[in-house]
T-cell receptor
Framework: NAGVTQTPKFQVLKTGQSMTLQCAQDMNHNSMYWYRQDPGMGLRLIYYSASEGTTDKGEVPNGYNVSRLNKREFSLRLESAAPSQTSVYFC??????????????FGPGTRLTVL | QKEVEQNSGPLSVPEGAIASLNCTYSDRVSQSFFWYRQYSGKSPELIMSIYSNGDKEDGRFTAQLNKASQYVSLLIRDSQPSDSATYLCAGDSGNTPLVFGKGTRLSVIA
């Protein structure tokens, strides 16, 4: 099993350009998440999808959109990139059991630089 | 109070010593807890889960949960330079995404 995969690994954009970050998991998990991580800020949740067909905003959703394409795939789109969106982006997934044990598993990350 | 709090460190310990990492949490995230290890430039990796009061041991790692005092800790015995990383504590409320602390940077000195 590959676990959680993300593409691309690195990306450089100019201000105002758009792009989509792709994420896929092969663990049959119900829930998927997008985080950004900046130095000294920890992991910040952008959007999440508790189950196929649903998405919800996290702590820092502005400037981003998401699509839960199917149970396996969850994409993150930047419509008009800004330098403030320079960050490392992580996708994660979890089984989302109501009784707890909702450990998340992370992909390798995408390093995005916006000039 | 933030929901999950950790001392940012760095915590420096000599090789072979016990490293003790601590995390406090609010009422909302009190169901279960997870410890992640993150090497520089890499993604977080789950190393321990704990769901009930007491200790849970896995190799050189021991997670401790004290719900009365609202803290969870991770002990690393016989610390090695390869344990040098940032350790993230995360709490689970059961119906929302995990809440992560900002992490504690551990440095094991050879």
């Amino acid at each position: 099993n590959a676990g959680v995969t993300q593409t691309p690994k690195f990306q450089v954009l100019k201000t105002g350009q758009s792009m989509t970050l792709q994420c896929a998991q092969d663990m049959n998990h119900n829930s998927m998440y997008w985080y950004r991580q900046d130095p000294g800020m920890g992991l910040r949740l952008i959007y999440y999808s508790a189950s196929e067909g649903t998405t919800d905003k996290g702590e820092v959703p502005n400037g981003y959109n998401v699509s839960r394409l199917n149970k396996r795939e969850f994409s993150l789109r930047l419509e008009s990139a800004a330098p403030s969106q320079t960050s490392v982006y992580f996708c994660a997934s979890s089984e989302a059991r109501l009784a707890g044990g909702n450990e998340q598993f992370f992909g390798p990350g995408t390093r995005l630089t916006v000039l | 109070q933030k929901e999950v709090e950790q001392n940012s460190g760095p915590l420096s310990v000599p090789e072979g010593a016990i490293a003790s990492l601590n995390c406090t949490y609010s009422d909302r995230v009190s169901q279960s807890f997870f410890w992640y290890r993150q090497y520089s430039g890499k993604s977080p990796e789950l190393i321990m889960s704990i769901y009930s009061n007491g200790d849970k041991e896995d190799g050189r790692f021991t997670a401790q949960l004290n719900k009365a005092s609202q803290y969870v800790s991770l002990l690393i015995r016989d610390s090695q330079p390869s344990d040098s990383a940032t350790y993230l504590c995360a709490g689970d409320s059961g119906n929302t995404p995990l809440v992560f602390g900002k992490g504690t940077r551990l440095s094991v000195i050879a």
